[in-house]
């Protein structure tokens, strides 16, 4: 189990991984995360700043682009 290693060995123990797998171990890494999203709370600076976006957004009454588009422009630079 990788998470009993410690430190510099735990590192070089993911290096030895094939890249399929360390993606997957981070996939995994990651949707352990999101699934509990409540054990991180927002500060209220956080929730503030959040409020100022979205009230920015709306009243700006921009909606942004189409995928399409924007992975057109993409495209083109690359």
Same mark, same amino acid.
């Given at each position: 189990m990788l998470f009993k290693v410690g430190g510099e060995q735990m590192n070089s123990e993911l290096?030895? @991984?094939p890249i399929d797998q360390r993606i997957r171990l981070v996939e995994? *890494?990651?949707d352990s =995360?999101?699934?509990d999203q409540n054990?991180?709370?927002l500060?209220?600076?956080q929730k503030t700043e959040l409020d100022r976006? *979205?009230?920015a957004y709306e009243a700006s009454g921009y909606k942004?682009? @189409?995928a399409e588009d924007v992975l057109s422009d =993409?495209?083109?630079r690359l």
């Open positions: 290096r030895n @991984l995994d *890494l990651w =995360i999101s699934s054990a991180l709370p500060t209220d600076e976006r *979205l009230d942004g682009r @189409l =993409i495209r083109r």
